[in-house]
């Protein structure tokens, strides 16, 4: 690895439980943060899906002293690029400016996140917003597959897609969200990553006094239920037919996830690796094929994609299928793990250039580990990694615990 | 940072801006051809030929390409457009020169007729993938309608049909055509050495052979007509408006960018106050796109089928009132601030800042580092959108409306 480790890594957490985590990047002018409240769809009560996602809107719209043009006047005159969005596991704020109008931006954010008015006048537009970014997904098929294969693969609440239903989105009354509010929106949980051009004691006191006086709350708790079916088919006259699996992974947190990280990467990561190779370069069955990894707490997945016309679909699937077959069985080659290694290590050094990456890295880094990885740890285990070590990982996914979700206008013959 | 250019024998402009803060680097082919190019009967063939150019070359196969890149841990992808088909990688300095001998290889493809019809598959695909998302849909109509006779009117992808046809002697014959070294710009952002650049250069592009290839760019005249297409099938109404607007030869254009902002950023502009923040849409933004001689306002709105007509209204009023009342001195600086903030977060990565070294430099063959950038947008006056907002008055809109409606028509208040 070259010496792109020029950057200094701090954290400090404060007696309210808030953590922030904080990493100065030399040679750039930008300054960007990320802050997760635990507060993510899974954790909205039962009936009120989209809650979260409607509340990530509604903070927005006045706060403090200022009303709901004035948060985003100022925020825009600060020229702060910033969005407020729920996923499954937290609520995100993410944001990136000039590094000196850093601190007026989390001034801010303190008013967004602690002091939101919460006005009833502005339910109503919210839910209207709410219902049509539903009808849009239906309009999206590609993403829509992938939602539907978490709620499928996942046990609920760990793949409850944020835009909620209709319906639960039409029925939630504003007493809930501000409940949801007043009790996800918590210290203890939260993590406010902080990369660019900082001085961290003046960060360090700046993040205290805005977010001191944040009063600490409950963990929640969550009962988990089993979902599926394992094997589906939504019908729709698409032109394509979607094609989405997933099976179990390797946490970030396991000593195995760097190997699970290698066979997703191998599989499906990158131009030259097997699902791109099998099924577009050398087929031409599909324009768009990918494997991701993705992972919360207690659980993580392979994930992969393809969409293709309907006469194409069951041998993209087929192919898919045995290739990850074949990465079980057969395992990888010494050269695919190079590919693999050199991508990911680049990818690592070239995040160094985004303040705004930075900052997502560090507070999912410390979501998943409480600490910070170093590029030179990381660079570590990537190099420890043999064929045979990922291999004999391959060999034990359990794919045999394998979602298949299709969508699109006629189901294929799936896999037993 | 430091900006240097030179010209190879064979014509191909190479520029460079270094950056030893940077932590890689990025380089480009910019070559000036795209759907604008292209005959009625070789409909997608630019884009057709940006895929196929990753499908070998005498020293490669089409799997050693994606290998050879990946090896090094590159990032290559490539673009097509009316106008430029853009080839570009970003890597570890260290590995500049590996990443670039795939790039500059492949920039001389085979172009084989196995891989052709194996590649019209994956296009095809492609094109379907298009026809199921609304918006993409709604965009190529409308520019369709726009533009009308005016090649700029052409699709990008072409059809099933086109791609269908196609011969790969007509492929071949563009390629000869276009993909002369004297239609080419070569551009590096990011960590590396000027000397380096030269000699790969030189090495790698230097025998490169081609009769210069020009372009009849006629700027054309937006037909304001409207449309309607029966999705039956979608949820949501997809309208996309189109106006006329500065070319990317004049000054202009940086007003016309913070115009855009003004009127239609995601957040926080006249559109989102009018129309998102009560929910009337879930979806209303403006663009400016400058073409080679021409210009446009893309206007975008996304809302339920039922309000598409009360929503086509609200914008062609507020579209009215811009007009005869002017921006205010407030909005105009937010939206600097806006712009400027966006500028150097974007300029902070190498591949963020080749593809405005590389079209400023097909185009103007003008540097222009990011401070004289901040400081053009900077020089904007409200007077100076006023004016332009006289010369190019948004109104009327070429409108096509896609979707499950087709009760709705031209909006009464133009």
């Known amino acids: 690895m070259p010496d792109a480790a020029a950057t200094v890594v701090t954290q400090h957490t404060y007696p309210n439980g808030l953590v922030l985590v904080a990493e100065t990047m030399p040679g750039v002018q930008s300054a960007a943060f990320t802050l997760l409240l635990p507060a993510g769809s899974a954790y909205e009560p039962e009936g009120t899906g989209g809650a979260a996602s409607m509340l990530s809107e509604w903070i927005t719209r006045g706060a403090g002293d200022r009303d709901s043009r004035e948060v985003l006047s100022a925020l825009d005159n600060l020229g702060v690029s910033h969005g407020e969005s729920a996923q499954n596991l937290h609520t995100s704020i993410a944001a990136a400016t000039l590094g000196r109008n850093l601190i007026p931006a989390l001034e801010i954010f303190a008013d967004v996140v602690l002091r939101p008015h919460l006005d009833d006048e502005e339910v109503e537009p919210i839910r209207a917003l709410a219902l049509q970014t539903l009808r849009s997904l239906e309009d999206d098929p590609g993403t829509k597959v992938i939602y539907e294969l978490r709620k499928r693969h996942f046990p609920d609440p760990w793949g409850r897609p944020s835009p909620g239903t209709p319906e639960t989105v039409a029925a939630v009354a504003p007493e809930t969200l501000r409940t949801f509010h007043r009790e996800r929106y918590r210290p203890n949980g939260a993590i406010l990553g902080v990369a660019g051009a900082i001085d961290w004691p003046r960060l360090r006191d700046a993040v205290g006094h805005l977010f001191g006086g944040w009063r600490p709350g409950a963990e929640p708790s969550v009962v988990e239920r089993a979902t599926g079916p394992a094997r589906d088919h939504i019908l729709r006259e698409t032109q394509q037919i979607q094609i989405a699996l997933a099976y179990p992974a390797a946490t970030v947190a396991s000593p195995e996830y760097y190997r699970a990280r290698a066979a997703a990467a191998i599989l499906g990561g990158y131009s030259s690796a097997r699902l791109f190779t099998e099924v577009r370069e050398k087929r031409g069955l599909c324009y768009s094929v990918y494997a991701s990894y993705e992972s919360h707490r207690n659980r993580a997945a392979i994930l992969c994609y393809a969409g293709t016309s309907a006469d194409r679909a069951q041998q993209t699937l087929d192919v898919t299928v045995a290739e990850i077959a074949r990465l079980t069985r057969d395992g990888i080659e010494a050269e695919e793990l190079e590919t693999m290694r050199a991508g990911l290590k680049s990818a690592l050094i070239m995040q160094q250039e985004s303040s705004m990456s930075r900052s997502g890295a560090l507070a999912s880094d410390w979501f998943y580990l409480g600490r910070v990885r170093s590029l030179a740890e990381i660079s570590a285990a990537l190099d420890a990694l043999t064929p045979a070590s990922v291999s004999e990982y391959a060999a034990s996914q359990g794919t045999r615990e394998m979602t298949i979700l299709t969508l699109g206008p006629n189901a294929l013959v799936m896999p037993v | ?414």
């Open chain 2, 1 to 414: 940072m430091h900006f240097h250019n030179t010209v190879l024998d064979n014509g191909l402009h190479v520029i460079a801006e270094l950056n030893d803060q940077a932590h890689s680097v990025a380089c480009g082919f910019f070559v000036k051809t795209g759907s604008r190019d292209e005959s009625k009967d070789v409909a997608g063939v630019s884009h057709f030929l940006e895929h196929m150019i990753f499908k070998g070359t005498p020293r490669r196969d089409a799997l050693a390409v994606n290998r050879d890149f990946d090896r090094v841990g590159a990032k290559h992808n490539a673009q097509t457009s009316e106008e430029d088909t853009f080839y570009h990688v970003t890597c570890l300095p260290e590995y500049l020169p590996q990443s670039f001998d795939v790039l500059s290889d492949i920039l001389r493809p085979t172009l084989r007729e196995d891989d052709f019809d194996t590649e019209k598959q994956v296009i095809i695909e492609e094109i379907k993938m298009y026809l199921d998302n609304p918006m993409s849909v709604a965009y190529e109509a409308a520019k369709a309608a726009h533009f009308g006779a005016h090649p700029l009117g052409q699709s990008i992808l072409g059809s099933v049909e086109s791609i269908s046809d196609m011969k790969v002697e007509r492929m071949r014959e563009y390629f000869a055509k276009r993909y002369s070294p004297a239609n080419i710009v070569l551009a590096f952002a990011g960590k590396t050495q000027w000397d380096t650049v030269i000699d790969l250069a030189r090495k790698h592009c230097g025998h490169w052979a081609g009769e210069p290839a020009a372009r009849q760019a006629v700027a054309p005249r937006g037909s304001g007509s409207f449309q309607t297409i029966l999705r039956a099938d979608d949820q949501q109404q997809t309208v996309i408006g189109v106006a006329d607007g500065p070319p990317l030869e004049s000054p202009d254009r940086y007003v016309a960018q913070l115009l855009a902002t003004i009127l239609g950023d995601h957040t926080g502009s006249r559109l989102y106050w009018e129309l998102v923040d009560p929910g009337f849409a879930d979806g209303a933004e403006v663009s400016y796109q400058d073409y080679n001689q021409a210009g446009t306002f893309y206007t975008f709105l996304s809302c339920e089928p039922g309000e598409t007509q009360e929503n086509l209204g609200r914008i062609t009023d507020l579209y009215a009132d811009i007009l005869s009342e002017g921006p205010t001195e407030e909005e105009l600086t937010q939206a600097k601030n806006k712009v400027l903030a966006r500028s150097v977060l974007m300029s902070e990565r190498p591949m963020g800042r080749l593809s405005s070294l590389g079209f400023h430099w097909t185009y103007r063959r003008e540097y222009m580092a990011v401070a004289d950038e901040l400081e053009a947008y900077n020089r904007v006056t409200l007077d100076d959108l006023n004016r332009v907002l006289r010369q190019w008055p948004l109104l009327p809109l070429t409108i096509v409306s896609v979707g499950p409606t087709v009760d709705v028509k031209r909006p009464e208040s133009e």
